[in-house]
């Protein structure tokens, strides 16, 4: 073997020790991912699941060296996106921006669901949590929210516009109604972005959000903001108070995460799982996190993933149960 053959041969192995993006394959069988990765979000554009799935979906695609685009799948308490991920190949190339409508509320909400939230899917990862935020429109009487409070008292019945059916804004909002004692007339929507587009025009005169969704809208002066539904005050918005200390007691967060079809081979689960890591890992993307949702991104495994998905479900049951909301 001459010199130059010996240094191609002892090089192979690094050569493949330094392109971890693929996920090797049996023998003639195609490397993953071998197209574009889609990756379904079950709302409209404009809301905290479709903003932070495109943050994701940007760095897992440079990590793998194939783009994921974000595919909207919006209705029916986005459950229409999930049941089409449920029934999707288990083949790594159909993802779903998994979240605590589609996973947590919706088992309890729809009796006829067309998935198992559990039996269905394949989960990865957690990536974010996001508390919600109370704002009403720039003409709205109430200029806080012990105003707020006295303001939907005196009428007997709040009335606010939510992402959509069973959302985790949706509940808070309920829960908030409860809470007071009010009548709730929640006005749900295909996703948040239209929800605060009315909600700007004064089609309906608060709404309940994500803060993620709700920032630029609360920044820009196009809504004003009241409270947020966190246990503790956000670090993007110090200045606004907690539900709870504004003496209403609701706490409640939505999630959203990453999963798949049931099935997904375990080294593709494995490999997205890391990926999903080193993104948020990136410490432009911690700030990026912190400065929409006030809280870096949560550490999470698939194990971790799908244990807390199963507790979110029993823990919304009682909550849905309790607010008799009718999804038709």
């Known amino acids: 073997m001459t010199m130059m053959s010996r240094r191609i041969a002892l090089g192979l192995p690094l050569m493949a020790l330094a392109a971890p993006t693929l996920v090797r394959p049996a023998f003639g069988q195609a490397a993953w991912p ?32 194939q783009p994921v685009i974000v595919e909207n799948r919006p209705g029916a308490g986005a459950t229409i996106g999930a049941g089409m991920v449920a029934q999707a190949e288990p083949d790594g ?79 808070t909002g309920v829960r908030l109604g409860l809470a007071l004692g009010v009548r709730v007339l929640a006005v749900p929507y295909r996703g948040a972005g239209p929800a605060m587009t009315d909600t700007i025009a004064g089609v309906v005169p608060a709404m309940m959000d994500s803060l ?19 246990a503790t005050r956000s670090n993007r918005f110090p200045n606004l108070p907690t539900l709870k200390e504004s003496g209403v007691d ?31 890992a990136q410490p432009a993307m911690i700030t990026r996190f912190e400065d ?18 199963r507790s979110e479900i029993a823990g919304f049951a009682p909550i849905v149960r309790a607010a008799g909301i009718n999804p038709q």
């Open 250 to 280: 609701v706490v409640n967060s939505a999630w959203f995460g990453i999963s798949g079809p049931a099935g997904l081979p375990a080294p593709i689960v494995a490999r997205l799982a890391a990926v999903i890591r080193e993104s948020l």
């Open 292 to 309: 929409l949702t006030g809280a870096p991104p949560p550490e999470s495994t698939p194990e971790s993933y799908t244990a807390f998905v």
């Open 212 to 230: 993620p969704s709700a920032a630029q809208h609360i920044n820009s002066g196009s809504v004003r903001a009241l409270a947020v539904s966190s």
């Open 93 to 171: 190339l159909t993802l779903l921006m998994s979240n605590s409508g589609s996973h947590g509320v919706s088992p309890s909400l729809y009796p006829n669901l067309s998935y198992d939230p559990m039996r269905d899917f394949t989960h990865v990862a957690l990536v974010v949590t996001s508390p919600s935020v109370l704002v009403v429109t720039k003409g709205h009487p109430a200029q806080d929210m012990a105003q707020f409070i006295a303001h939907v008292r005196r009428a007997g019945e709040i009335d606010f516009a939510v992402s959509g059916v069973g959302s985790s804004s949706h509940l």
């Open 34 to 65: 071998s197209r574009p990765i889609r990756l379904v979000v079950p709302y409209a554009p404009g809301g905290t699941t479709d903003v932070m799935a495109r943050l994701v979906a940007e760095q897992i695609g440079q990590r793998l060296g």
